[in-house]
């Protein structure tokens, strides 16, 4: 094979291999990402060459530069991507800030404090000699804004005639001569059965009767809602206690039976566990009950 075969051989493979490396998809991928780093690099050099102009008021260099620099951070995918696009903007934070300090130089010298009080404070003076005299109660004036105190006299705050308070004498103890006892408590009226007792002893009374009743049957009062609600707080008490069983039937329907109370071995040892449920009841239950429960069949009476 000649010299020329050979060269054009590897032109034709060279150009082969483009076509194929342009139709990759990975491959133009990783061309966008090389091309959008690049153009970082180029903003960066920007800043460089426009730097004097940026801290400029009448330019438009530093808000074109942002803009640039926005528009690449959509793009922005990879971490070296972001790596670039913090860099830059660092960049042209470090630049602003050396722009603003050689501008500004050391800040405010004396010489400029002492002609902004001669120029703004300043008043006119009769004296011989032409001096200028400062306005001192124009510049207190101004600064009581920032101290945020008033113009005026100071007084003294208080009262002028104030007096030494006597302390008061403390009173002697009487010693017990006779030996006192307290007086005995009448515990009559904490023996006296209130009404939610005597609401549940009735209740455990009929069932004891019926043995076994429906729940609506037992705390329906058709005449009052409110004896209907305590009848619903003594059975609560009555289950509490263990006197009384809830239990649902293959219907769904409440029925309440009464049963010995555990004793206390029991409650300890866990061998009685209680089972507690929220019953919600409101006005508009107690009418659904009185419709659902025929007329006569209520079992606890009215109390008047």
């Known amino acids: 094979m000649t010299e020329s075969e050979k060269t054009t051989l590897l032109a034709v493979k060279h150009e082969i291999e483009s076509d194929s490396e342009a139709n990759d998809p990975n491959y133009q991928h990783a061309t966008d990402r090389r091309t959008l780093r690049t153009r970082y690099l180029a903003v960066k050099n920007l800043i460089f060459d426009e730097r004097d102009d940026l801290s400029s008021i009448d330019s438009a260099k530093f ?55 001669v120029r703004d404070f300043a008043k006119q003076s009769s004296r011989p000699d032409g001096r200028t005299l400062i306005d ?20 003294m705050i208080g009262p002028m005639d104030t007096q030494m308070k006597q302390r008061k004498a403390r009173r002697k103890r009487a010693r017990l001569v006779e030996n006192e006892q307290p007086a005995e408590v009448d515990d009559t009226d904490i023996k006296k059965k209130t009404n939610t007792d005597i609401n549940m002893a009735t209740m455990f009374d009929i069932l004891r009767k019926h043995r076994i009743v429906r729940l609506e049957q037992l705390v329906l009062n058709r005449n009052s809602f409110a004896q209907t609600v305590e009848n619903i707080f003594a059975l609560s008490f009555l289950v509490k206690d263990g006197r009384a069983d809830i239990k649902l039937d293959e219907k769904g329907i409440h029925l309440v039976s009464p049963k010995n109370a555990p004793t206390a071995t029991a409650i300890a040892s866990k061998e009685v566990v209680y089972n507690h449920f929220v019953f919600r009841f409101d006005f508009k239950d107690w009418k659904l009950m009185k419709d659902y429960i025929e007329v006569g069949h209520e079992l606890m009476p009215h109390r008047d």
């Open 63 to 117: 808000k074109s530069i942002v803009n640039d620099l926005e528009s690449l951070h959509q793009f922005v995918l990879k971490p070296r991507e972001q790596i670039a696009d913090a860099e830059a903007l660092l960049y042209i934070t470090n630049t602003l800030l050396t722009s603003v300090k050689a501008t500004n130089g050391d800040g405010i010298t004396i010489s400029d404090f002492v002609d902004s009080l």
């Open 136 to 155: 001192w109660k124009k510049i207190g004036i101004e600064f009581s804004d920032a101290s945020r105190s008033s113009r005026g006299c100071r007084t």
